[in-house]
C-alpha cells in the first residue's frame, strides 16, 4: 500500500521533505488515511485519494505528495498543519470526508 | 530580509502604451492582499463589480504613479487553474478578456503577486502560476513582521535572481517597505523565468527555488498558542459556547451602539421633512418630496449605522482569524440541512437587513450551496421585523413583558428553523446533489486592522446608500403614489367638525379654545383614514380582502400588509393612519387606538388574539421586502430565483397563518 501511494506520488521518498531533520524518523512505511492519524502525529502526504475539483483544491491548498503535515486536531475538522517544523506552515481544517482522501506516511 | 531585491540581469522592459498604468493585485486569501491595496490607495477607491458577475471589484490610485494609473484588487485565490469563479475572473483579467463594470478592457501593464512571508511555499505555486502568464510582474511579500517574530527566513534575492522581477519584502500591517513597494510599481518587468507548465512539475520548480531560498535558515518557533486557541474553539462544547458568546456580544453591540446614529438620522430626516414642508407650498410636489422621496430614503437611511457596524465588526472577527474556526463549528450544525458551514455568515447577517446578508452569500463556494443560502437568508428576523414584532407582542400580551420576550425570542427561533428547513428542501428538489466537504485554511491569530475595517464599513455603507437612492427610492415612491392618491375630500363627519372647531375657537374661554384643538385632530384622524381607505392601496385592500380573509384579516389589516413591501415596519404606521388617523405609533394613545380598533361592522376587533397570532406567524415568514428580491434576482444571477423565493415565503407564510388563525379559532381563543 505505501509503495502505491509512493508511485501515486511520483516516487518521490527520499527526495525533498524526507530529508528534513523533522522526517528523520520517517521510514516506518505506515501509511494510513489522515482521519486514522492521532493529534499530534507528523507525517508526509504520499498521495490524494480525491479528484476533480476536491483534490484540486486540497492541492491548491498545499496539500500534496510529499508536504510534511503534523495533525493539531483529530476529530471533526482535522487540522493539519502543512510544512510543521522545517518551515513556515499553513494550517488546513478538513472535514472527515476529505480527510479520508489525504494518505500519509506516519513518522516513526 | 531586504526590503527590495532586484535581479542584477534584468529581463525585458514592459511596453506601456501612455503614463496611465493599469497593475492588479493577485494573491492567496489571507495574504494581506486587501490591507497591502488599502496601504498603497488609502480611500481613493471605488468598489464596482466585475461586468457580467456579482464578484466585487476595488479600483484605486496608488500613490506614486502617474495620474490615470489603476491599480485593481483581484479576489483572492489559491490558484489560477482552479475551476472556481473567483480563478476564472483572475484568468480573464490576466488574459485582458475582463474588467470591472466601467473599466476599459485591456492586458495588464504589470501584475503585483502578494506572497505570504509566513506560507512562502504555497505562494511561490501562484507565483509560478502568474510567472507562466508572461506579463510584467513585481513580488510582494507580505507579513514580514509576523514571519520575523516566528523566526522565518527566506532570502528574496534568490526569488529575483530567478524569475528577473522586483521582489519587495513589506508588511502591509505596519508600514513597512511600502514606499519601496510604491517605487516599485512602476518598474514591473517581464520574468526571464518559465516555471514547468504541468501540475506537478511547478509544484517541484516551487519546492526547489523554496529550498534555496530558505537554506541555512533555522527552523521557526513551533506555534503553540494557535494550537490551544484551535483546541478551544472548535471543541464540540466549548467552541459552541465561544460561538455563542461572540455572536450574542456582535448582536448587543450592534444594536446597542447603532441606536445613536439611528436616532440621528431619524432627527435629520425629520427635520429635513418639517423644513421642506414648510418652504414648499402645499401640493403635489410638496406630498412628492416630503413624503414620498424624504421618507422612503430615510426609512431606508436609517439602517446604514447598522450595516456598516455589521460590517466592521465582521471584518475585525475575519481579522482575528475566528471566523474560519466559527465556519467549522457551524458546519457540523448546518450539514443535516444540506448547508455547509460557509452559509453561517451570510444567516449571521441577515439579522442585520437581509440585503448585506445575501451579498456576503458569495462567500459560499459551492454555487448551489449558495443559492440556499440566498433563498433561506430573508427568513432570518431582520431589524425592519422589530418593530412589528413589538406592537404584535404588545397586543398579545399586555403589561406582561417576559411573555412578550418569550413570543420575541420564539420569532427569531422560528425564522431560523423555517429558513434552515427551506435550504433543505431546496437541496433536495431544485438544488439536489450532495454538499461538498467542508475544507478551508484556517488563517493564523492576528490582531485585526482597524482601518481595513472601517474601509469596508464605509464602502458596505456606500453601497447600501446607491442602493436606497435607485431602486429602493424607486418602491418608496411607487407606494408612496398608490398610497396618496386619488386625491379625495373630506368626508362630511370631518368637515362637520371642523366647523365645530371653528365655532369653539370664536369662543373667549380657554377651555373651549382648547377643546377646539381636539376636535381638530380628530378631524385630521378622520380625514387621513378616509383618504387612505379611497387610495389606489386602499382600494387593492379592498379588492383584496377575501384573499386575506382565512387569516383572520379585514380590510384594513389587508391594506397594511400590502403597504408593508416596501419595508415591513410600514405596517405599524400604516395600522396607525387606518385606525388612529395618525402615523405616530410609538404614542401610547395611538397604540391603545390600535389595540380597541374595530373592524367595518364596529363591533369586532380588528386585532383579536387569533389574528395577532397570524399576524406573527405571517410577518415571521413572508417576502416583503422588494429590495431584497432584487439582490436576489441580482446575485443568484436570475429573476427566476427570486420569483421563487416571493412564492416560496409568502405560500408557507400565508399556510401557517391561516392554519394558526383556524386551530386558535376552533380552540376559542379570539
Not at chain 2, 9 to 35: D, F, H
Not at chain 2, 358 to 380: C, E, K, N, Q
Not at chain 2, 520 to 546: V, W
Request: glycine share 10%; proline share 5%.
Amino acid at each position: 500500500m505505501a509503495e502505491q501511494v509512493r508511485q501515486q506520488a511520483g516516487g518521490a521518498a527520499g527526495s525533498g521533505c524526507d530529508a528534513a531533520p523533522c522526517c528523520a524518523g520517517l521510514g516506518t512505511g505506515q501509511v494510513v488515511s489522515l482521519c486514522r492519524m492521532r493529534s499530534g502525529q507528523c507525517g508526509i502526504i504520499r498521495g490524494l485519494l480525491a479528484v476533480g475539483a476536491d483534490g484540486a483544491y486540497l492541492r491548491a491548498l498545499g496539500l500534496r505528495a510529499n508536504q510534511r503535515i503534523r495533525l493539531c486536531r483529530a476529530s471533526g475538522p482535522w487540522i493539519v498543519e502543512v510544512g510543521c517544523h522545517g518551515g513556515p506552515a499553513s494550517r488546513i481544517g478538513l472535514a472527515r470526508d476529505l480527510a479520508a482522501q489525504v494518505q500519509v506516511e506516519i513518522a516513526g | 530580509m531586504s526590503q527590495t531585491a532586484s535581479a542584477k540581469e534584468t529581463g525585458s522592459s514592459p511596453a506601456t502604451a501612455g503614463p496611465a498604468r493599469r497593475l492588479v493585485l493577485l494573491g492567496n486569501p489571507n495574504t494581506g492582499k486587501t490591507s497591502l491595496f488599502n496601504r498603497l490607495c488609502g480611500v481613493r477607491h471605488k468598489t464596482s463589480n466585475f461586468a457580467g458577475t456579482t464578484q466585487e471589484a476595488r479600483v484605486g490610485a496608488p500613490r506614486g504613479l502617474p495620474e490615470g494609473s489603476e491599480i485593481l484588487d483581484l479576489p483572492g485565490i489559491y490558484s489560477l487553474e482552479l475551476e472556481q469563479s473567483e480563478a476564472e475572473i483572475c484568468r480573464r483579467v490576466l488574459a485582458g478578456e475582463l474588467a470591472p463594470r466601467g473599466e476599459a478592457i485591456g492586458e495588464p501593464d504589470t501584475v503585483v503577486v502578494v506572497a505570504d512571508a509566513t506560507n512562502l511555499l504555497r505562494s511561490l505555486m501562484l507565483v509560478g502560476e502568474a510567472t507562466r502568464r508572461g506579463l510584467p510582474m513585481i513580488v510582494a511579500i507580505n507579513l514580514v513582521d509576523e514571519a520575523r517574530k516566528r523566526a522565518i527566513h527566506a532570502d528574496e534575492r534568490v526569488l529575483a535572481e530567478r524569475l528577473g522581477v522586483e521582489v519587495v519584502v513589506c508588511s502591509a500591517r505596519t508600514g513597512e517597505g511600502i514606499e519601496q513597494l510604491s517605487r516599485a510599481l512602476a518598474q514591473g518587468r517581464i520574468p526571464r523565468a518559465s516555471p514547468p507548465g504541468s501540475i506537478e512539475g511547478l509544484e517541484t520548480w516551487a519546492d526547489e527555488l523554496y529550498a534555496q531560498m530558505a537554506a541555512g535558515a533555522e527552523p521557526p518557533i513551533p506555534d503553540t498558542l494557535t494550537d490551544r486557541l484551535d483546541r478551544a474553539f472548535t471543541h464540540p462544547l466549548l467552541g459552541l459556547l465561544a460561538f455563542v458568546a461572540t455572536m450574542g456580544g456582535l448582536f448587543w453591540t450592534i444594536f446597542k451602539l447603532a441606536a445613536y446614529p439611528m436616532d440621528w438620522i431619524d432627527a435629520i430626516f425629520t427635520h429635513l421633512g418639517g423644513f421642506l414642508g414648510g418652504v414648499l407650498p402645499p401640493g403635489p410636489l410638496h406630498d412628492l418630496l416630503v413624503d414620498g422621496v424624504l421618507a422612503g430614503v430615510g426609512s431606508t437611511a436609517i439602517f446604514v449605522p447598522q450595516i456598516c457596524l455589521l460590517f466592521f465588526l465582521i471584518s475585525l472577527l475575519e481579522d482575528t482569524g475566528y471566523l474560519a474556526r466559527a465556519a467549522f463549528v457551524m458546519d457540523k450544525l448546518l450539514r443535516p440541512f444540506g448547508l455547509t458551514g460557509h452559509s453561517f455568515v451570510p444567516f449571521l447577517s441577515s439579522h442585520a437587513c437581509a440585503l448585506p446578508g445575501i451579498i456576503s452569500a458569495r462567500g459560499v463556494p459551492d454555487r448551489r450551496d449558495r443559492l440556499a443560502t440566498i433563498l433561506a437568508a430573508p427568513f432570518m428576523s431582520c431589524t425592519a421585523r422589530i418593530p412589528v414584532y413589538v406592537l404584535l407582542t404588545g397586543l398579545l400580551f399586555p403589561q406582561r413583558p417576559a411573555m412578550q420576550a418569550l413570543a420575541f425570542t420564539g420569532c427569531y427561533a422560528m425564522g431560523i428553523f423555517a429558513g434552515l428547513f427551506s435550504a433543505m428542501l431546496a437541496r433536495r428538489t431544485v438544488l439536489p446533489g450532495k454538499s461538498r466537504p467542508m475544507v478551508m485554511e484556517l488563517p493564523a491569530y492576528r490582531m485585526p486592522s482597524l482601518r481595513n475595517a472601517a474601509l469596508l464599513a464605509r464602502d458596505r455603507g456606500f453601497m447600501f446608500l446607491r442602493k436606497a437612492g435607485t431602486a429602493i427610492l424607486a418602491i418608496c415612491i411607487v407606494l408612496w403614489w398608490l398610497g396618496a392618491y386619488p386625491r379625495t375630500t373630506a368626508p362630511p363627519q370631518a368637515l362637520q367638525l371642523r366647523e365645530q372647531a371653528e365655532q369653539l375657537r370664536a369662543s373667549d374661554q380657554a377651555a373651549d379654545r382648547e377643546g377646539a384643538d381636539a376636535i381638530l385632530t380628530e378631524a385630521d384622524a378622520l380625514e387621513a383614514a378616509h383618504a387612505a381607505r379611497s387610495s389606489f392601496l386602499g382600494r387593492m385592500g379592498s379588492a383584496l380582502e377575501p384573499v386575506f380573509r382565512p387569516l383572520g384579516y379585514d380590510r384594513q389589516l389587508t391594506i397594511g400588509v400590502l403597504a408593508s413591501f416596501a419595508a415591513r415596519e410600514v405596517f405599524v404606521s400604516t395600522m396607525a393612519v387606518q385606525v388612529a388617523g395618525v402615523d405616530d405609533a410609538e404614542s401610547e394613545s395611538v397604540r391603545q387606538s390600535i389595540a380597541t380598533a374595530t373592524r367595518d361592522d364596529g363591533k369586532t376587533l380588528v386585532f383579536t388574539a387569533a389574528t395577532s397570532w397570524s399576524l406573527l406567524i405571517y410577518y415571521v415568514l413572508a417576502m416583503q421586502c422588494l429590495p431584497t428580491l432584487a439582490v436576489t434576482a441580482k446575485e443568484a444571477g436570475h429573476w427566476k430565483w427570486a420569483l421563487l423565493q416571493l412564492v416560496w415565503m409568502c405560500g408557507v407564510a400565508y399556510v401557517s397563518a391561516a392554519a394558526l388563525y383556524h386551530i386558535l379559532q376552533a380552540a376559542g381563543v379570539a
